[in-house]
């Protein structure tokens, strides 16, 4: 039988394991459940498991709707997505219940926009089918004609969605590369411009005059399948395409067949629909493609700092006290 002391203790499900302490500092002010298998919840089991809580730490792969806050019950707070996206969490479903949702911005800032550059280079000079030729055993000697790449010095870079990542990823490559730089925004950026020299354009013609395309738009209603066929075929057949948003941002079936057809010269994503992909995946199999999975803020500093601005949404929701980061 539990303590009265701990009956009054919240209840909190944490839908996987995080890194560093934080999840500590949580469990001393509420009764914790952490979900401890490395493949995520399935929806009838987090059904389960949301039940009588009075919080949820929950992660982009688990689908927080209205029928999930619905069982989960009235007593539930406050939602702490470890993530900066929330696509995942119903929050006008949250909104009318009176749950808060939080999010995890700003901390992997860094880490995703040196993923973003990594693989930039990674499509742009072959170096995934490259490294399986030496690992293969394939490499017979050095050929004057092999392997040949697209440099970025000099060329055109175009940003789509210019937040806090896409500036960054814009400031290395602008400041490392001296490219030029075209972006796509709500409203001119006049610091952009004055610091990198960025012109802001539309999505066509930063399509069409871009030698390099890094998209990092969050998921809506109107960015779902914004790169789709009618824009990739304004793109040049040397261009290569960047992805580290989210994957329902560009039409995959379309970007199969522009690298099948060689369209564009390549592609390297960090996000997928669904992830993972299937081995059999066109774009996996395709030597013109580089798939990371989903790892732009997998760093020690960026996941520790996540996990800390996570728990301190939870337990700011659980008191009643506004969010650290709060999207609702």
Request: aromatic fraction near 4%; proline fraction near 4%; charged fraction near 25%.
């Amino acid at each position: 039988m539990e303590s009265h002391e701990a009956v009054k203790r919240p209840r909190v499900l944490v839908t996987r394991q995080t890194p560093g302490e934080s999840l500590q500092r949580l469990r001393e002010v509420c009764e914790v459940e952490v979900w401890p298998e490395t493949m995520p919840p399935s929806r009838e089991e987090l059904c389960r498991l949301v039940k009588g809580r009075h919080g949820l730490l929950t992660m982009l792969s688990d689908r927080i709707d209205g029928e999930m806050m619905e069982i989960a019950g009235d007593q539930l707070a406050v939602i702490s997505n470890y993530a900066v996206g929330f696509n995942n969490i119903d929050v006008d479903a949250a909104k009318t219940r009176g749950i808060a949702v939080g999010n995890t911005p700003d901390v992997l800032t860094d880490a995703t926009a040196d993923l973003a550059v990594a693989l930039l280079f990674a499509a742009s000079r072959h170096v995934l089918p490259a490294g399986n030729q030496v690992r293969e055993g394939e490499w017979k000697t050095w050929e004057p004609t092999g392997w040949l790449g697209v440099e970025p010095a000099g060329k055109t870079l175009g940003i789509v969605g210019m937040g806090r990542i896409g500036r960054a990823t814009a400031r290395r490559l602008v400041g490392g590369w001296g490219m030029n730089l075209l972006y796509t925004s709500r409203s001119d950026q006049a610091e952009v411009e004055k610091e990198l020299g960025g012109r802001r354009v539309e999505l066509d013609t930063l399509l069409a005059e871009s030698d390099f395309v890094s998209v990092h738009v969050a998921l809506t209603d109107e960015t779902r399948n914004l790169i789709d066929a009618e824009a990739i075929s304004k793109m040049k057949s040397t261009s290569v395409l960047v992805n580290t948003a989210r994957g329902e941002i560009v039409d995959q079936d379309a970007l199969v067949e522009a690298l099948e057809n060689r369209s564009i010269f390549g592609a390297g994503l960090d996000v997928t629909t669904p992830e993972p992909l299937s081995a059999e995946h066109p774009l996996v199999k395709s030597a013109h493609c580089v798939i990371l999975p989903h790892i732009g803020s997998a760093t020690h500093t960026s996941r520790n700092a996540m996990a800390e601005i996570a728990v301190d949404n939870l337990i700011a929701g659980l008191s009643g006290r506004p969010l650290r980061c709060s999207v609702t």
